[in-house]
């Protein structure tokens, strides 16, 4: 079992940049994917990133390539995303999660076991 809590969220104008983190409680973490998923108003929640248990894998959506970092740090339980060059349409709730199997780095919902209850992301001037 692991419990996820994420934080940074907030409102930026565009062009601006944003640190996601998400602090995860438990021995296990270490041996997880971890992935960033967002939910923005009227949408079905979609992938944004995930890196795997070893920092060796990373994905993105493509709508996130070239702005969007993930990086993940084992030995403080912590995972985050560094977004840069925010657009509108980044606006969403931005949500943690984790994938206790040992299978590859996955990119659907139903991949992650897992979830923290999210973070608020406005992007708007």
């Known amino acids: 079992q692991v419990q996820l809590v994420e934080s940074g969220g907030g409102l930026v104008q565009p062009g601006a940049s944003l640190r996601l983190s998400c602090a995860a409680s438990?021995?296990?973490?270490?041996?997880?994917?971890m992935g960033w998923f967002r939910q923005a108003p009227g949408k079905e929640r979609e992938f944004v990133a995930g890196i795997s248990w070893n920092s060796i894998s990373t994905d993105y959506a493509d709508s996130v390539k070239g702005r969007f970092t993930i990086s993940r740090d084992n030995a403080k339980n912590t995972v985050s995303l560094q977004m840069n060059s925010l657009k509108p349409e980044d606006t969403a709730v931005y949500y943690c999660?984790?994938?206790?199997?040992?299978?590859?780095?996955?990119?659907?919902?139903?991949?992650?076991?897992?979830w923290g209850q999210g973070t608020q992301v406005i992007v708007s001037s």
């Open positions: 438990g021995r296990t973490f270490r041996s997880y994917h």
């Open positions: 999660a984790a994938d206790r199997s040992l299978k590859g780095l996955g990119t659907r919902e139903e991949e992650y076991d897992y």
